[in-house]
């Protein structure tokens, strides 16, 4: 009997290797499947990364001999349906925004291997050379190109980020594996049974349009928007507003030279662009955007590439307006149908073996450049107030044979002006009493010496 009972009391032997193995294998695909479910249920439906991609896909078995890569300021400057009826070519673009170029060149990978495409467009400005890549950016593309594509060819767009060693020794590679942890859906439960439903029942166009009601899509994964810049508040949309001036840095010249290097390998020609943004926004940047920009030309001009700056056009071949542009940084839509057909111009030059170097000036030009801004792009006023005075400087955003003069007036809270402080003159900065109740808005009216127009720019200072 007490050896029955030790027989049965006896302690088991270790769980074999297999069991092990098997355990482990179930927990991961609980895991697997949990964040599945949350990722539809939370990760937002209808980005502009999921259009593009989805869009793709169904492009499999079409002729795409050009693809347009890069950041929003790509995504928004080149409409491929311009470009194509200009230059009888088939385009596609597979920018997104905020786009680093370590995905670019997974998209240019991408297009070559797909569809021996024969033209790259890079499109890219002073941000994507002097920062890194953004965390939501990374993980919304790559997320979105898995969902299209076979579970063997998403599995190694998964394992490439993750070996990436900006992911691997970094909390990023989390947010590749659990994307709904950094972009979720707002609202609580309707927003979550709204973004199901969409799931369910819409398009990622259509999705991406409710979402989004100022954008509308095109064709040929471009879609825009209809804002209008508002250059009253230009202090605020300068991108050095957002981040601070910093050199181009090694990295990213290094995956621009792995850019480049793809390209060459596979007879690809390269066109790398800086996209159009208003001259304000380019002016602020100083002596750094000729000095960084030029490190970046000589890198794609050195390596038979091509390189333009559309800043740099002269007015005489792109003249672009306010008008034109949705924000600080972007075209939209009537910008960019503008911008492409003198782009689709350039590439004709190109084409045909001319030079078209003359439709630009270069950064050894810089100082004809400057002098070439014969407008005022916008003007700002800044204010610090001490011992109950203001005192206020404008700063306007011109080219230097510009003269400019400024009237500055008081304003009440609803931005109606109601005495003026300094009648026209050439002097930028005014001092006035700050009121009791600290409550002080100063408005700048800014235009060219000796003209006669109520204002040509403006803007408005306010102590609250």
Same mark, same amino acid.
């Given at each position: ?46 980005? %502009? /990364? ?7 896909? $169904?492009? @499999? #078995?079409?002729?795409?001999?050009? !693809? +347009?890569? *890069? ?29 680093? %170029? /370590? ?7 991408? $297009?070559? @291997? #797909?569809?021996?495409?024969?033209? !790259? +467009?890079? *499109? ?341």
């Amino acid at each position: 009997m007490s050896s029955r009972k030790t027989e049965e009391h006896a302690p088991q032997g270790p769980r074999s290797a297999l069991r092990r193995i098997v355990e482990t294998l179930v927990v991961v695909a609980i895991v697997v499947g949990i964040d599945v479910l949350l990722t539809y249920a939370l990760f937002p439906y209808g980005s %502009l /990364s999921e259009v593009v991609w989805s869009e793709y896909s $169904a492009a @499999a #078995d079409q002729d795409i001999d050009a !693809v +347009i890569v *890069g950041s929003s300021t790509a995504q928004r400057s080149f409409d491929p349906n311009v470009l194509d009826d200009e230059l009888g070519t088939s385009s596609f673009t597979l920018a997104s925004p905020a786009q680093p %170029l /370590s995905l670019s060149y997974l998209a240019v990978s991408e $297009a070559i @291997a #797909d569809h021996k495409v024969s033209r !790259v +467009i890079l *499109g890219l400005d002073y941000e994507t050379m002097s920062l890194g890549a953004g965390d939501n950016s990374s993980v919304s593309y790559i997320q979105a190109k898995a969902s299209y594509e076979s579970l063997p060819k998403a599995l190694c767009d998964y394992a490439g980020m993750l070996t990436d060693p900006e992911f691997f020794f970094d909390a990023k590679c989390l947010d590749l594996l659990f994307p709904w942890t950094i972009l979720h859906v707002k609202g609580g439960l309707s927003g979550i049974a709204s973004n199901i439903e969409q799931r369910m029942t819409m398009t990622p166009i259509d999705a991406a349009e409710v979402r989004e009601p100022a954008y509308s899509y095109v064709g040929k994964g471009y879609g825009n928007y209809e804002y209008l810049l508002d250059t009253t508040k230009a202090k605020s949309l300068m991108s050095t507003t957002s981040h601070p001036i910093g050199d181009f840095t090694d990295d990213n010249m290094a995956m621009m030279q792995k850019i480049i290097d793809l390209c060459r390998e596979n007879n690809v020609q390269l066109v790398v662009v800086v996209t159009p943004r208003p001259a304000f926004n380019v002016l602020n940047y100083g002596n750094a955007y000729p000095e960084q920009m030029t490190r970046m030309r000589n890198l794609v001009e050195s390596s038979g590439c091509v390189f333009l700056d559309a800043n740099l056009l002269k007015r005489s071949h792109y003249a672009p307006t306010a008008e034109d542009f949705g924000d600080g940084e972007h075209l939209n839509a009537a910008g960019a149908e503008e911008f492409s057909a003198v782009f689709a111009e350039y590439l004709q030059q190109l084409d045909a073996g001319e030079d078209a170097s003359e439709m630009s000036y270069s950064y050894e030009d810089w100082s004809d450049y400057l002098a070439s801004i014969d407008y005022i792009s916008a003007v700002t006023l800044d204010g610090s107030v001490e011992n109950g005075v203001a005192t206020l400087e404008a700063t306007p955003y011109t080219g230097t044979s510009m003269q400019v003069e400024y009237q500055f007036c008081l304003c009440d809270e609803g931005g109606n002006v109601t005495s003026v402080l300094q009648d026209w003159s050439p002097n930028a900065t005014v001092t006035c009493e700050v009121p009791a109740d600290g409550s002080l808005s100063v408005r700048v009216n800014a235009r060219q010496v000796g003209s006669n127009i109520e204002y040509e720019q403006y803007c408005v200072w306010s102590s609250s």
